[in-house]
């Protein structure tokens, strides 16, 4: 963050080279289950993916970016964005305020956020019915 608050952008590069160089991190999970994700607005969620995706190409194996917000419909946008500026993968929590009764209602959300992102079994060597 800068010293108004604001996403700080700049170092994400800073940060992609020290994480491969000095720690030997191939992969990344960006707005993952520690909270970040929760606390950005879907601006600034796409600002930081798209930030990660592009400084971590060439350099990451796979960026994979957590897709997890308080509703299906962000989700799928963050799903779908995620697929539109070439990410790797997407991961998601299942909604944990209004939780899913049983696993039939958890398949249908996760389905339902899966559909907004490009599915492409060629590349995955997966494939979800």
Request: some cysteine; proline content about 3%.
């Amino acid at each position: 963050m800068t010293e108004h608050g604001e996403i700080n952008l700049s170092v994400i590069g800073q940060h992609v080279d020290y994480l491969v160089e000095k720690q030997g991190a191939k992969n990344i999970s960006v707005n993952g289950t520690t909270g970040e994700g929760l606390s950005l607005s879907i601006s600034e969620h796409r600002w930081v993916t798209e930030e990660w995706v592009t400084k971590g190409r060439n350099k990451l194996d796979q960026v994979v970016i957590h897709v997890r917000a308080l509703s299906l419909k962000e989700s799928q946008e963050l799903a779908k964005h995620a697929a539109e500026i070439g990410a790797d993968g997407i991961s998601l929590m299942a909604p944990f305020f209004l939780k899913p009764q049983n696993k039939d209602d958890l398949t249908a959300f996760l389905k339902e956020v899966a559909a907004a992102a490009l599915h492409c079994p060629s590349n995955t060597i997966t494939s979800l019915p």
